[in-house]
Structures are given as structure tokens and as C-alpha cells.
């Protein structure tokens, strides 16, 4: 088995695992999606929908069901059709990447998932449980948590513009040092008097790469000794200190010794190491300031709220099963 091979084969050993446990819970992870069909799809699903849509079929079985454009009955459970935008909400709700993964590989997988959450669905729904005094306790709390959820999401999201963003990444870059970087190539060699006679090599002329690839007897040996872009504390200080000392262009005079053996090193480029970019920066610092947004949100109203604490009894009961406990954070 080929390494790609065997790399896709655990990816999708990884989806499978995610998917089938969070079906088994009696298809909770197929009603989180069952909604309003205009669901944001998952990051990456443009190019699912762009599969999807090639050769679309807009009638279902039974030739009556109204779709939306580019939409398609994929399946249907007991008469009750599952249709390509469930598909592909399954697959946000999974956290699955489709620019990362073979739509080809993840799809069967997830429609079923989406099928064994349908079923699940159908049979509940011959228990006439909708009046249970126990699902209600637990709509109630459900209520209660959503609300608490959609309120810190628009009070924090109110707080976050384009500009707050690009002053944040501003600042955390303006806290990165500058550190500086090279990019060497090299030739490894088992004995300095070997080394001496590639540098005489070198200095009449001969062909860096070409004189790695067929003297080096380094694992970068066949690539021309190329050791791409590293800073100093990347490499073994006797390297890292003959490496940082050169300019672009310099070949080492000297062979440089090594726990390894003895180096010959070519210096292809000095820089200063580029920072992330805003679109790199951007997830976290969204992350990281909507956390300090809504901490200084609670903060503020509870120097406003009047607050009383009383001394804990010697015995305290435990809350009743389903009892909402009030919400201090952002669910995310």
C-alpha cells in the first residue's frame, strides 16, 4: 500500500468513527441539522454542491416534491425523503472539511448516517412523547440554554467589525519578534578530507546541487542538499553558527563539523521570517477576541447586578434531571 493510499485509508477510517458516534445516539447528530434547508453549507462544500448539481435530478420519487435549485432526493426512509442539503448539513454539523477530503469517499458514509438518524426519527415519532412531562422539562431548559446562546452570539458579534479585526492582528503582529531565517543547501560527507576535495570541487566551478546529489551521503543527498528555509535554533549549533554567519550566495571555506559528519553548506537566501498573514491570524484572533468580548461583557453586568450570597447549607440537594443550570460562558 502506497503512503497516499494508506493516508486516505485512515482518513476516512477517522470520518467513519466520527460520523457512526454521533448516529449511535439515537440520531442526535442528524436532528441538529434537520431544519431550515438555508443552513450555511460546511467550509469547502462549494465544491460539493458543484459535484452534486452535475446531472440533478429537481423531481423526487413520487414526482410531487417541490425542490430548491441544485437540490436532489438522495434517498428516501419509509416515504419521508433525504435530500443533498441534509447531506451536506451533516456534514458541517461533523466539522467535516470537504476541501481537505474526497467528496466521493465521504459522501456514502454520511447519507448513511443521515438515513439511520431518519429512522430513528420516524420510529420516536410513533411514542407520542411530545406532551411527556419529561421532554417538556427538557425543551424548557433546551429553550432557555438557546436563548442564553443566541443573545452572548449578538452582543459579542455587534462588538466585532473588519476594522476591530485588522487592529487586533496589528497589534499581535507588532508583538512577533523579527527572527531571521536562511536557506541552505548542503553536502554531508563521512571524512573532512572528503569534505576538502568537494569544497576544491566547488571552488573550480562545479555544480552545488549536482556535486550534493552525487557525493552527500545526507538523506537531502538526492535533492541537492536542499535544507529549505530554518532558523537558528532549527539546527545543530556548529551548523546553526557557520550557517547564520554567511550571506546569500557564500559557500563554506571550511568543512563544517557536526555530531553528523562534516558539512559543506551553500547559503541560497537570508530573510527575516515572514509573519502570518491576516488570513492566517484571522480564526484565531476571532476566536481569541470574541473570549475577551464577552468576558468584559459579564464583567460589566455584574457590576450592575444586584448579587446576594447566602452561607451554604450543610446539605444541599442535587438539581432535578433536565434542570437548566444559568449559562456563564458562550456555548462557542
Known amino acids: 500500500m502506497s503512503e497516499q493510499s494508506a493516508s486516505k485509508g485512515k482518513t476516512i477510517g477517522i470520518l467513519v468513527a466520527a460520523i457512526v458516534a454521533v448516529a449511535a445516539v439515537a440520531g442526535i447528530g442528524y436532528s441538529q441539522f434537520s431544519g431550515s434547508s438555508d443552513t450555511p453549507a460546511a467550509s469547502g462544500s462549494g465544491d460539493i454542491q458543484a459535484t452534486i448539481q452535475d446531472g440533478t435530478q429537481t423531481?423526487?420519487?413520487?414526482?410531487t416534491e417541490e425542490l430548491a435549485e441544485g437540490d436532489q432526493i438522495v434517498a428516501t426512509?419509509?416515504?419521508?425523503?433525504?435530500?443533498t442539503s441534509d447531506v451536506l448539513r451533516f456534514m458541517q454539523?461533523?466539522?467535516?472539511?470537504?476541501?481537505?477530503?474526497?467528496?466521493?469517499?465521504?459522501?456514502?458514509?454520511?447519507?448513511?448516517?443521515?438515513?439511520?438518524?431518519?429512522i430513528v426519527i420516524n420510529q420516536s415519532r410513533g411514542a407520542n412523547l411530545e406532551n411527556d412531562p419529561e421532554i417538556l422539562k427538557q425543551l424548557e431548559g433546551a429553550k432557555k440554554h438557546i436563548i442564553n446562546t443566541v443573545f452572548l452570539q449578538r452582543e459579542v458579534d455587534t462588538q466585532i467589525t473588519a476594522d476591530v479585526l485588522q487592529k487586533a492582528y496589528n497589534d499581535h503582529i507588532s508583538k512577533i519578534p523579527d527572527v531571521e531565517e536562511r536557506r541552505a543547501r548542503h553536502i554531508l560527507l563521512d571524512s573532512e578530507d572528503k569534505a576538502k576535495e568537494v569544497i576544491t570541487k566547488l571552488n573550480d566551478g562545479a555544480d552545488f546541487a549536482q556535486t550534493a546529489k552525487e557525493n552527500s551521503v545526507g538523506p537531502t543527498g538526492p535533492n541537492g542538499g536542499d535544507l529549505g528555509y530554518f532558523t537558528k535554533d532549527q539546527m545543530v549549533p556548529s551548523f546553526a553558527e557557520a550557517a547564520f554567519s554567511m550571506s546569500s550566495g557564500d559557500v563554506s571555506s571550511e568543512p563544517v563539523k557536526s555530531e553528523f559528519g562534516y558539512h559543506v553548506i551553500k547559503i541560497e537566501d537570508a530573510r527575516t521570517k515572514p509573519?502570518?498573514?491576516?488570513?492566517?491570524?484571522?480564526?484565531?484572533?476571532?476566536?481569541?477576541?470574541?473570549?475577551?468580548?464577552?468576558?468584559?461583557?459579564?464583567?460589566?453586568w455584574?457590576?450592575?447586578?444586584?448579587?446576594?450570597?447566602?452561607?451554604?447549607?450543610?446539605?444541599?440537594?442535587?438539581?432535578?434531571?433536565?434542570?437548566?443550570v444559568p449559562a456563564a460562558e458562550e456555548s462557542n
Open 59 to 63: 423531481a423526487s420519487a413520487s414526482g
Open 77 to 83: 426512509v419509509d416515504g419521508e425523503s433525504i435530500k
Open 93 to 118: 454539523s461533523q466539522n467535516i472539511n470537504m476541501a481537505q477530503q474526497n467528496f466521493e469517499d465521504v459522501y456514502p458514509l454520511a447519507l448513511e448516517q443521515v438515513i439511520r438518524g431518519q
Open 275 to 300: 509573519k502570518p498573514s491576516f488570513e492566517e491570524m484571522e480564526n484565531f484572533l476571532m476566536v481569541q477576541m470574541r473570549q475577551d468580548i464577552l468576558n468584559d461583557l459579564i464583567d460589566g
Open 302 to 324: 455584574q457590576k450592575d447586578a444586584k448579587i446576594e450570597k447566602f452561607e451554604l447549607e450543610t446539605s444541599q440537594p442535587e438539581p432535578a434531571a433536565g434542570e437548566e
